[in-house]
Every structure is written in C-alpha cells, then in structure tokens.
C-alpha cells in the first residue's frame, strides 16, 4: 500500500492551494480516507475526512469552510482544497486511510495507512 500526498508548498495568506493523494494498493472509495497535519513542535491534528460510504465529510472546526475534501474514484485519489489559508495553517500534511468505525475517523491512532506527509508554508 502507498498513499502518495503531493502538492505542497509556498501559498500566500488568502490564496488555495490543492493537495492530492494518489493510493496505490488499496480502493479510495473503500476506505474512509483522511487528511492530517502536523505542525513543529505540536501534536499531529485531524483536518478533514471523507467517508468510504456515501462520501460523507468531516473537518476540524478551524479548517471549517475554507477547505473541501473531495475523491476521484476513476483517479484512487483524495484532494484537499485549501482556500484562504492562514499562516496558522502551516504544516506538514499527510493523508491517511483506515476502516476504522465512524466514531473513531478524527483519531489519528485509528488509520493503519500513511502517506509521506507534503509541507505547506502559508506566508502573511
């Protein structure tokens, strides 16, 4: 299994930026499938998740309605659209994938599967 996050970089304060997940290994649409990042010095935090079933979504408040998680079934990839980001928002980002209950999906320690994490620098 490979999760494949790319996208990252250097975004002005306001802008977007998209990050993608490319699985290889394991079916997107299979798994729910989650977006995490983790800042220096601080613990790794949920951001955003997308359910196997129905496609349902999730986001941590801080996050809520400036990023959109979406899928491509066809692609077996995950996106994460970050609109308007804040310099709070700098981070290294990772993707994930678990089979994990539903109730469980914002806990880090339930997803088996890891990408290599994509640093994004959002700059004031």
């Known amino acids: 299994v490979q999760l494949q996050a790319c996208g990252g970089g250097l975004v002005q304060a306001g802008g977007s930026l998209r990050l993608s997940c490319a699985a290889s290994?394991?079916?997107?649409?299979?798994?729910?499938m989650g977006w995490f990042r983790q800042a220096p010095g601080k613990e790794r935090d949920f951001v955003a998740v997308?359910?196997?079933?129905?496609?349902?979504?999730s986001y941590a408040d801080s996050v809520k309605g400036r990023f959109t998680i979406s899928r491509d079934n066809a692609k077996n990839t995950v996106y994460l659209q970050m609109n308007i980001p804040k310099p709070e928002d700098t981070a290294v980002y990772y993707c994930?994938?678990?089979?994990?209950?539903?109730?469980?999906?914002?806990?880090?320690?339930?997803?088996?599967?890891w990408g290599q994490g994509t640093l994004v620098t959002v700059s004031s």
């Open positions: 290994g394991l079916t997107v649409s299979r798994h729910h």
């Open positions: 994930a994938a678990t089979r994990a209950v539903i109730s469980s999906i914002r806990n880090p320690g339930m997803y088996g599967f």
């Open positions: 997308i359910t196997w079933s129905g496609g349902r979504t």
